[in-house]
T-cell receptor
Framework: AQSVTQLGSHVSVSEGALVLLRCNYSSSVPPYLFWYVQYPNQGLQLLLKYTSAATLVKGINGFEAEFKKSETSFHLTKPSAHMSDAAEYFC???????????FGKGTSLLVTP | KAGVTQTPRYLIKTRGQQVTLSCSPI?????VSWYQQTPGQGLQFLFEYFSETQRNKGNFPGRFSGRQFSNSRSEMNVSTLELGDSALYLCASRPTGEVNQPQHFGDGTRLSIL
């Protein structure tokens, strides 16, 4: 079964500090990985995706993620946090013959002034 | 280009009733998926439709059903509602459902069961 684990249900950073949200996947076949963000009372917005091309993936709003097969990780980073980055972040995985996204439990990012 | 539209945004029902939720995908998208989001269980896959055919289904009871119309619009039905069905129901679409295509989500329908 394909699954993702997001370490840390809540992460707090200061404005301007590095954002690091962790995601580890378990997959017996090459995974396709995604990061989504959810603001209150809204749906999910795609930040970036990994689909077996470049291992360093750049997304919207200054976010990027690096696929590390040896560590089965796909951590999300942003060099400098903005107040507007406060939201819930979800890592998701699917695989070559599947159609459903399997989501992690989510990480709530708090940005303090 | 308009995004995924879900109606209604909010719904209140009582136990035992049934409910129908609607989803209009992005124009040109033929694959529609449904997800349930709750604080306890997180985001869980319900089912996916492509060209009016259900091609994948999650682990939900038969009370949860769906369909897709020829214009790709989709509806989800839940019968004999239970308190535990209170959730945010999200619809997502993508062009053909190929695995490397990301899902585009609507803002959801928040269903509350009294």
């Amino acid at each position: 079964a394909q699954s993702v684990t997001q370490l840390g249900s809540h992460v707090s950073v200061s404005e301007g500090a590095l954002v690091l949200l962790r995601c580890n996947y378990s997959s017996s076949v090459p995974p396709y990985l995604f990061w989504y963000v959810q603001y209150p009372n809204q749906g999910l917005q795609l930040l970036l995706k990994y689909t077996s091309a470049a291992t360093l993936v750049k997304g919207i709003n200054g976010f990027e993620a690096e696929f590390k097969k040896s560590e089965t990780s796909f951590h999300l980073t942003k060099p400098s946090a903005h107040m507007s980055d406060a939201a819930e972040y979800f890592c998701a995985v699917t695989y070559s013959s599947g159609y459903a996204l399997n989501f992690g439990k989510g990480t709530s990012l708090l940005v303090t002034p | 280009k308009a995004g995924v539209t879900q109606t209604p945004r909010y719904l209140i029902k009582t136990r035992g009733q049934q409910v129908t939720l609607s989803c209009s995908p992005i124009s040109g998208h033929r694959s529609v998926s449904w997800y349930q989001q709750t604080p306890g269980q997180g985001l869980q896959f319900l089912f996916e439709y492509f060209s009016e055919t259900q091609r994948n289904k999650g682990n939900f009871p038969g009370r949860f059903s769906g369909r897709q119309f020829s214009n790709s619009r989709s509806e989800m039905n839940v019968s004999t509602l239970e308190l535990g069905d209170s959730a945010l129901y999200l619809c997502a679409s993508r062009p053909t459902g190929e695995v490397n295509q990301p899902q585009h989500f609507g803002d959801g329908t928040r269903l509350s069961i009294l």
